[in-house]
Structures are given as C-alpha cells and as structure tokens.
T-cell receptor, first 116, second 114 residues
Framework: GAVVSQHPSRVICKSGTSVKIECRSL??????MFWYRQFPKKSLMLMAT?????????EQGVEKDKFLINHASLTLSTLTVTSAHPEDSSFYIC????????????FGEGSWLTVV | QKEVEQDPGPLSVPEGAIVSLNCTYS??????FMWYRQYSRKGPELLMY????GNKEDGRFTAQVDKSSKYISLFIRDSQPSDSATYLC??????????????FGKGTLLTVNP
C-alpha cells in the first residue's frame, strides 16, 4: 500500500532553535500534503495545506512565519518550526493525498518534538 | 453543532465481541468517509474508505454510511486485543480536487480485553 514517511520520528531541540521535519510520499506523487498537530489524547488539528510549487495555506490561528512549510517536489514537503518554544512541543503528523487512488489520504508515522 | 461528532469513549469490550463505533456529521456536502486507526504515539492508519451510502466490508471490518441520517459506523467483528487503539472517523466534502481537507472526529479509544 501507499507509504508516507516522516523524519525524524523524534527530535529534541533547545528553545530558540529551529527544527525541520520532512514528509515524503514513497510510492506515489502527492501534489497536496497536509500538516497536523496532535496533543495527547486529542484529535488531529490541521495546521496547513501544502501545495507543490506554491505557497502553503494556513489554518486560522496558525502562524505562518513560525511554521514554515515548503513543498519543493511532488514527493517531499517540509515543516520547519522556527524559534521553537516549549509550548511547541507536540506530535506533528503529515498526510499526503494520493490522486491516483481517488484522493485517498495516507498519514505518516508522526514526529515527536520536544523543546527544552 | 460541531461538524463531526464522535463519542470519545473509552470503550472496553471482551475479546471476540462485536464493536460498533459511530460518528454523526452536520454538513450534507460531505461525500468521502474514512476510518483511521491510531495506536498510541503513532500516525493514523487508513482502515476503510467509502464515498457512498451502504456497507463496505474488509475482513473483520465493515464501514456503514447513511447519508440521509448523516451517520457513519465502523463495525469490528471478532475483536482482538491488537484492535485496541483510538479510532478516528474522517470526512471530506471533496471540493477542490486533491486539495480537500479531512474533518476528524475526536476519536474513540477502544480497549479489547483478552
């Protein structure tokens, strides 16, 4: 089946630094990828929609200058958390839309970010 | 009223039981319906995907959609301890081609006891 890979799966960074999370669709091309944030025992919160070759569309309340999204190719989108703070610590999950399979959406394994 | 309502549980059943998980939605424009399973500290895994009213079966899982009632269900037969996870319903309206967004329920935490 379709596979979406995220890297790193876990990352610890210091306050004030930036960290990049990659999301790759391994066996299909994804013109659209989505970035979510999930707090413990809560549902997924959509942060932004990443479109290949164009600017990301951010959900209301999500700071685009803090959460930089780049979708440079049909198989890769990156999320950079800039000037990270402890409150940014969370589980970040990406998903990719497989247009060749009826727009079915597959998720990555998620990335745990801890800001210390 | 929230767009997608899902009882968060928790739901605890004995091994072998039939599990019924449900969501209701308010937007009649929704036309794609999915169920995801999420194990603790992992990303969601797609279980079932359907876009029409009726039943869709895959092994021990059956997804049911009733568009007239705006009600979707996931049934798990012969439940196993390995089915213990959070189950999320996800719905989309399909507008914008591949750019459609999923609206998630809060998820139901299921525990199957051996």
């Amino acid at each position: 089946g379709a596979v979406v890979s995220q890297h790193p799966s876990r990352v610890i960074c210091k306050s004030g630094t930036s960290v990049k999370i990659e999301c790759r669709s391994l066996d299909f091309q994804a013109t659209t990828m989505f970035w979510y944030r999930q707090f413990p025992k809560k549902s997924l919160m959509l942060m932004a929609t990443s479109n290949e070759g164009s600017k990301a569309t951010y959900e209301q309340g999500v700071e685009k200058d803090k959460f930089l999204i780049n979708h440079a190719s049909l198989t890769l989108s990156t999320l950079t958390v800039t000037s990270a703070h402890p409150e940014d610590s969370s589980f970040y999950i990406c998903s990719a839309s497989n247009t060749g399979a009826g727009n079915t959406i597959y998720f990555g394994e998620g990335s745990w970010l801890t800001v210390v | 009223q929230k767009e997608v309502e899902q009882d968060p549980g928790p739901l605890s059943v004995p091994e072998g039981a039939i599990v019924s998980l449900n969501c209701t939605y308010s937007n009649s424009a929704f036309q794609y319906f999915m169920w995801y399973r999420q194990y603790s500290r992992k990303g969601p895994e797609l279980l079932m995907y359907t876009y029409s009213s009726g039943n869709k079966e895959d092994g021990r899982f059956t997804a049911q959609v009733d568009k007239s009632s705006k009600y979707i269900s996931l049934f798990i037969r012969d439940s196993q301890p390995s089915d213990s996870a959070t189950y999320l319903c996800a719905i989309a309206d399909g507008s914008g081609g591949s750019n459609y967004k999923l609206t998630f329920g809060k998820g139901t935490l299921l525990t199957v006891n051996p």
